[in-house]
């Protein structure tokens, strides 16, 4: 539902709203929050943090709509202002648009065009707070950067978010190519690092296929983590689909003879996700660690080529989705115990 704030002092403009969009108030398509001016309209914002879009005024007591137009640019960049007035000047309409407005309508209000341009205005606010989730997601910010940069992305808002520390309960699937390092030790860098990434961009295809993203690549391996529902089913999936394309591979390139193979680790469970890094160097990853983090990877380490391991845990949980073979217990690295891992055949 679209949360829609009206700036404006004519108390008749709020019923001729509510009767215009009444269906798609009933349908609950819109919400419409009311202020009777700028100086109100800030007080509603702070009450009401997900508004998506306002419809202001100019002439306003108090507050007056080009300067509120100024204070959410600074307090709220999130959100999207069209201007609604009788002053439909060209001086009026450079200064609203210099100040951040996304459109201006004059009065008398057309309200077939009004809704045209509310709907205009949602999807361009949806666009960028879909592109805000995507950059934290996919991991794409990996350092500090300045005030004006992180302003300029959502403002203190998305600096928060970007920097919250939680506890999350997710699946971490470390992919290794095996064998890959043995090659650089006989063919060009340029030859060695287009082959490697060729191959990468076959396995991130299909973790974000699945819903993943990708944390890392270390080497000539990567870090995927999926969150949300089924993210155990769905990592199992994604490394499924890597196994099979890996191994469709051709064996040779121009210069190399290479049979690509994948070695698969899996885990899930609570993990806790943050920023880790060095400040200092003003070098972050946001990322994920945990002991759940450290068995996938060493469950990675114990797959021989084309195994996808999962623990005795995550097995009980997929065993009526995926066809599993018991392989015994494993003795892991830095485990006292040793563990018992089953392979996901399919």
Known sequence: ??????????????????????????????????????????????????????????????????????????????????????????????????????????????????????????????????????IKENNILKMYVDEAVLNFMGGREFESSLMANETVEATVVFLDICSFTSISEHAPADIVVKLLNNYFDVMVKEIIAQGGYIDKFIGDAIMAVFRGDYHLDRAIDAALAVRTLVEKLPPNSAHISFTPKVSIGINSGEMISGNIGSAKLRRLDYTVIGDVVNTALRLQSAAKEGQILINETAYQKVKESFNCLIVGEVSLKNKSNPMMVYEVMD
Request: aromatic share 6%; proline share 3%.
């Open 1 to 134: 539902m679209a949360k829609i704030l009206v700036a404006d002092d004519e108390t008749d403009l709020e019923m001729l709203i509510k009767q215009k969009f009444r269906q798609k108030i009933r349908e609950q398509k819109y919400e419409f929050i009311f202020a009777v001016n700028g100086k109100d309209a800030l007080n509603k914002i702070e009450s009401h943090p997900d508004i998506d879009i306002v419809l202001s005024d100019i002439n306003m007591p108090e507050m007056d709509g080009l300067t509120l137009l100024s204070r959410l640019a600074e307090s709220s960049p999130l959100i999207k202002s069209v201007i609604v007035s009788a002053y439909g000047d060209m001086d009026n309409i450079r200064t609203a648009m210099n100040r951040g407005a996304f459109d201006f309508i004059t009065k008398p209000i057309n309200f077939e065009d009004l809704e045209l341009t509310m709907e205009k205005t949602l999807v361009h606010v949806r666009q960028i707070r879909e592109t805000l989730k995507a």
